[in-house]
């Protein structure tokens, strides 16, 4: 295979890794009626007037599977903390008890987990179709390679490699969401 076909192949690779992993984030955001501190992902506190994320001034744990307690560096974050939570609208009222912030995470209706799934399925298609992008970008890429002096066969052959590719990874995409899906429906 021509040396320009397979950097574009890895181009596209690495790519649909980043694809990959900015969709496993996505989804980590969606609760699935368990705590994880990954809920508090991009929460942005007013720190001395910047915005700090939250991870940034307060160690966040996770003493059982439905609380979350938020421990700020500083005893003054406290508020500015719970209305950063507040205003992140996540659904979970902080309870500030002057020491540290408690979030107690509610056990999901079935309704919600349904909203919750469609939100997965959601995430999900935005993964294929950045991944079905850079493969159409790869695609391109590699026509435009005719004018270097690459054959048409060699063309062909680097498209297939390119759908190939495109394939596994919107596999792995819908396994993600598959795994989610089990995860939130899981009473």
Known sequence: MNDLIRKQLQDAQANMDKAILYCESELTKIRAGKATVGM????M????????????????????????IVQPWEKNLLTPIERAIMEANIGINPQNDGVVIRLVVPP???ERRRDLVKKVKE????????????????NEKIKRLKADGVSDDEIKVGEAEVQKITDTYIIKVDKHA??????????
């Open 123 to 138: 995430e999900a298609e935005r993964g294929r179709i950045a991944i079905r992008n850079i493969r159409k970008d790869a």
């Open 45 to 68: 506190v007013q720190y001395y007037g910047n915005p700090t994320a939250l991870s940034q001034v307060a160690s966040i744990n996770t003493p059982d599977a439905r609380t979350l």
């Open 108 to 110: 999901l209706t079935e």
């Open 40 to 43: 508090l992902d991009g929460i």
């Open 178 to 187: 598959e795994i989610k899906e089990k995860d939130i429906m899981t009473v």
